[in-house]
C-alpha cells in the first residue's frame, strides 16, 4: 500500500482545488496528441489531428480531455486505495481499448507540464515531487491489469 | 524522431526569448531534478548543499545551460557539435544516459512556469525532440 504523509496529502488536495478540469482536461489530451503523435491511434473516430491546430480546436479531443481530469478526481478523493479505485478502468483499456499502459505515463507527464503552465511559481520543486508521486501511483493502478 | 527544419526554427525562435533567464532555468531545472528524482544525488555527493537554489547548484545550472546555448547555435549538427562534451559524459563523468531524460523533463516543466504563454504544445514538442537529440548526441561515445 502507498504511504502518505498528511503533508503530501494536503499538497495533492491543494494542487487539485486550483485546477479548473474543463480547461486542463482538454489541455493535457491536447499536448499528448500533439507531444506525442503515435497516441493518436487511440482515438480513430476523433476526426481531424493532422496538425496541433487541428488538436487544439477538435471538440472530441476537448470532451475526452474532461473525461480524463474527472477520472483523476477519483484518485484524488481515494488516495489510500488509488489501486482498488481504478481497477475496473485498468481492465477496461487493456481488454476493451487495447492502450500499451506506457501512454499512461505519457499522458501523466503531460498532465503535469499543463499542471505547472497553471501553477507556474506555486509548483515549486516539492509540490512538483509530490505531484508527481501521486501520478506515478495513478499510472501504476492504471497498469495493474495488464496480465 | 529527429527535429524537422520547422522544429529547429520553432526552437531557435523561442531561445531567443528564454536566453535572457537561462541561468535561473538551468538552476530551477536541476534543482527540480534533485528534489523529485534523488536518485540523480548520487552523482554530486562532493557538493556541500544539495537544495534548490544553492550556490553549487546555481553554478552547476549555468554550466548545464551553457551546454544547452550551444547546442541551440549548433542545432544543425548537434553530434558533431557537442563532440568533446559528449567525450566528457562518456568516459569522465560517465553518467547513466536515462537522466539525461530526467534533466530534459525538469527543463520542460521549469519552461512550462516560467513562460506558460509562449511554451505552448507547439513549442512544446519541438524543444522535447531538440532535448532529445541533444541526449543522443552526449550519449554517443558511451559505447
Known amino acids: 500500500m502507498v504511504h502518505w504523509t498528511d503533508k503530501e496529502r494536503s499538497t495533492v488536495r491543494a494542487v487539485w482545488e486550483k485546477l479548473d478540469i474543463d480547461q486542463i482536461g482538454p489541455e493535457a489530451l491536447a499536448r499528448v496528441l500533439i507531444v506525442y503523435p503515435w497516441t493518436e491511434r487511440y482515438f480513430g473516430g476523433f476526426g481531424d489531428m493532422f496538425t496541433a491546430t487541428a488538436v487544439l480546436n477538435n471538440s472530441k479531443v476537448a470532451a475526452q480531455g474532461k473525461v480524463v481530469l474527472k477520472a483523476l478526481d477519483r484518485a484524488v478523493k481515494n488516495m489510500d486505495n488509488i489501486k482498488g479505485t481504478y481497477a475496473a478502468l485498468s481492465r477496461m483499456h487493456y481488454e476493451k481499448l487495447n492502450v500499451d499502459p506506457d501512454n499512461f505515463r505519457l499522458l501523466a507527464d503531460c498532465i503535469t507540464i499543463t499542471v505547472a503552465c497553471k501553477l507556474k511559481g506555486d509548483l515549486s520543486p516539492q509540490t512538483q515531487a509530490t505531484w508527481q508521486k501521486f501520478l506515478s501511483v495513478v499510472v501504476e493502478a492504471m497498469g495493474s491489469q495488464y496480465s | ?143
Open chain 2, 1 to 143: 524522431m529527429s527535429p524537422t527544419a520547422k522544429d529547429k526554427d520553432t526552437v531557435k525562435a523561442f531561445w531567443a526569448k528564454i536566453a535572457g533567464k537561462a541561468d535561473d532555468i538551468g538552476t530551477d531545472a536541476l534543482s527540480r531534478m534533485l528534489v523529485v528524482y534523488p536518485q540523480t544525488k548520487t552523482y554530486f555527493s562532493h557538493w556541500k548543499d544539495l537544495s534548490p537554489g544553492s550556490a553549487p547548484v546555481r553554478k552547476h545550472g549555468q554550466t548545464v545551460m551553457g551546454g544547452v546555448a550551444d547546442a541551440v547555435k549548433k542545432i544543425d549538427d548537434v553530434s558533431a557539435g557537442l563532440l568533446s562534451l559528449s567525450e566528457l559524459h562518456a568516459l569522465t563523468l560517465r553518467v547513466d544516459p536515462a537522466n539525461f531524460k530526467i534533466l530534459s523533463h525538469n527543463i520542460l516543466v521549469v519552461l512550462a512556469t516560467m513562460f506558460p504563454t509562449d511554451f505552448t504544445p507547439e513549442v512544446h514538442v519541438s524543444v522535447d525532440k531538440f532535448l532529445a537529440a541533444l541526449s543522443r548526441a552526449l550519449s554517443e561515445k558511451y559505447r
